[in-house]
């Protein structure tokens, strides 16, 4: 049992949209993420999405509305509700989903997610 530094993690790593698993949680994986651009459309069937952001401001568009989220906000999307994350500035997110979803909700187009 330790404490986790988000911030430190952060600073391990420069790639964007590569998820990095920082902890374990009830079989979820909690993430940091650096985010910039846009990332593609996905969604996720069988479980919901959690964004928070711990840095930056990061627009989560849906079919038909954009919720956008700055620093300390977070949004959940729904399973099976199509989705992309787009960060017109470099941001932090802390992702929480069950260990092993595939971060673009297709396993031949995901990232490996490494332990940091």
């Known amino acids: 049992m330790k404490k986790i530094d988000l911030a430190e993690k952060l600073e391990t790593f420069d790639e ?3 998820p990095r698993i920082v902890g374990q949680y009830n079989g979820n994986d909690l993430m940091v993420v650096k985010v910039l651009g846009e990332f593609v459309w996905h969604d996720h069937e ?4 959690l964004f928070l952001v711990l840095k930056g401001e990061v627009d989560i568009e849906l079919r038909g509305e954009t919720i956008t989220l ?23 997110l ?3 989903e ?18 940091i």
């Open 16 to 18: 964007h949209w590569a």
């Open 70 to 92: 700055r620093e300390g906000q977070m949004f959940v999307v729904p399973a099976g509700v199509e989705h992309r994350p787009v960060a017109r500035k470099e941001a932090h």
């Open 46 to 49: 069988e479980t919901d999405d």
């Open 98 to 115: 069950p260990s092993g979803t595939p971060n673009t909700g297709d396993e031949a187009t995901a990232v490996i997610k490494e332990h």
């Open 94 to 96: 802390l992702i929480i």
